[in-house]
C-alpha cells in the first residue's frame, strides 16, 4: 500500500524542523551536532579545544584524549530538548580512555525519542500512532605526536526514523588536530562530520552539516580559584557560520558555574541562544546542569548529567 504523504509531512512539522532539517532546510540531521555533554553546553556549547572532560569526546574531539590528566572517563546525560517546540527527549553515554601515554579512544551514543503523533490513513482516520526516534553512535581515537602536537579521527553513524518506514541514515567522520603551546592555551582544526548527502522521498538532495572547525581554550588557576575561557568556530559547506564562547569559573576544584553564548545565522544548523550552568565536582563524581534560554525555539532546554573519572 502506497505510504500517505501526509504521515511524512505531519512527522516533519511535529519534529519542528531542527530534527530531520535545520532551521533553513538546508542540512539534514543537525541532530549530530546537538552537544551531549553539560558542562560544555553550559558554555555556549564551546569546549571541542579543552582537555577538561574526554568522556564526551567522541561526540566532539577525540585529539584531546592524550593531553587531558584524566586517565578514565565516563559520563551519562539527560536532555529535554526544546520543551517549547520539537520537543524530544535525548538520553546520553560517553566513555574515554587514555591507552598509554600518547594514546587514547573513546566511545559514544546518544538516542533521541520526539513527540508522538497519529498516523492517518489515506482517507484520514487514525490508523495508530507513532514515536520518531533517532539515534547517533560515535568511535574514535586520539594520538599524540609530540608533547605539543596531536590528532584525533571519528567515526559516526546517526540514524533517524520519522515515520513508519521512512528513515535516514549515513555515515560521517572528523579529522582534527590539537596544537597546545603553553600549559595554559589549547588549540583545534579540522573537519567535522564530513559524510554523504541524505535523500528524501522526492529525491531531493540535503546534505548533513558537516563543517570546517577551529577551536581555543584557556585555562588558569590561582590560590584556589581557576578560570576558563573557550571559543569555537564553525564554517559549514552549506555556507552558514556558527560561532560559540563561554567561559567557566570553579572554587577548589569543586564548586562550578559556567555561562556562554551560541551565535547562528538565519539558516545556520543551530539558532543563537544564552546559556548558564553549573557543576559539583568531588571524590571523582561530577554532577553538571546547563540551561539554554534566549530562543524562542530552543528556550528551556535542560541538560543534565553525571560522570564519574580518574
Do not use: C
Not at 530538548?81 to 553515554?93: E, I, L, Q, Y
Not at 541524505?198 to 584556589?224: C, L, M, N, Q, R
Amino acid at each position: 500500500m502506497r505510504k500517505p504523504k501526509l504521515i511524512l509531512i505531519s512527522a516533519i512539522l511535529l519534529m519542528g524542523g531542527t530534527v530531520m532539517f535545520a532551521q533553513g532546510g538546508q542540512e539534514a540531521l543537525p541532530f549530530m551536532r546537538i552537544d551531549r555533554d553539560p558542562a560544555t553546553a553550559a558554555m555556549g556549547g564551546a569546549g571541542t579545544a579543552s582537555t577538561e572532560s574526554i568522556a564526551y569526546s567522541a561526540f566532539k574531539n577525540t585529539s584531546v584524549i592524550p593531553f587531558s590528566q584524566k586517565t578514565f572517563d565516563i559520563a551519562a546525560s539527560f536532555q529535554n530538548w526544546a520543551p517549547d517546540a520539537a520537543k524530544t527527549t535525548n538520553v546520553n553515554f560517553g566513555f574515554g580512555a587514555k591507552a598509554g601515554k600518547n594514546f587514547g579512544f573513546a566511545l559514544g551514543f546518544a538516542t533521541q525519542s520526539g513527540q508522538k503523533y497519529d498516523v492517518m490513513s489515506e482517507t484520514g482516520s487514525v490508523t495508530g500512532d507513532f514515536t520518531p526516534k533517532d539515534f547517533v553512535i560515535n568511535g574514535g581515537f586520539g594520538v599524540a605526536f609530540t608533547e605539543k602536537i596531536g590528532m584525533g579521527l571519528t567515526a559516526r553513524y546517526a540514524s533517524q526514523k520519522i515515520a513508519k518506514g521512512v528513515s535516514f541514515n549515513t555515515v560521517a567522520f572528523d579529522a582534527l588536530l590539537y596544537f597546545k603551546p603553553a600549559p595554559e592555551f589549547g588549540l583545534t582544526a579540522g573537519v567535522a562530520s564530513i559524510g554523504g548527502k541524505i535523500k528524501d522521498e522526492s529525491g531531493k538532495s540535503f546534505d548533513i552539516p558537516s563543517s570546517v572547525h577551529a577551536a581555543g581554550d584557556y585555562t588558569t588557576s590561582f590560590e584556589k580559584n581557576s578560570f576558563k575561557a573557550v571559543l569555537d568556530l564553525d564554517y559549514y559547506l552549506s555556507g552558514n557560520v556558527n560561532a560559540a564562547l563561554g567561559a567557566q569559573y570553579g572554587y577548589n576544584d569543586l564548586l562550578f558555574v559556567r555561562a556562554g553564548y551560541h551565535i547562528g545565522g538565519k539558516e545556520a544548523v543551530l539558532p543563537s541562544f544564552a546559556t548558564v550552568g553549573a557543576g559539583i565536582k568531588f571524590y571523582g563524581v561530577n554532577i553538571d546542569v546547563a540551561y539554554l534560554t534566549a530562543n524562542d525555539y530552543l528556550g528551556n532546554t535542560i541538560t543534565i548529567g553525571i560522570g564519574y573519572s580518574f
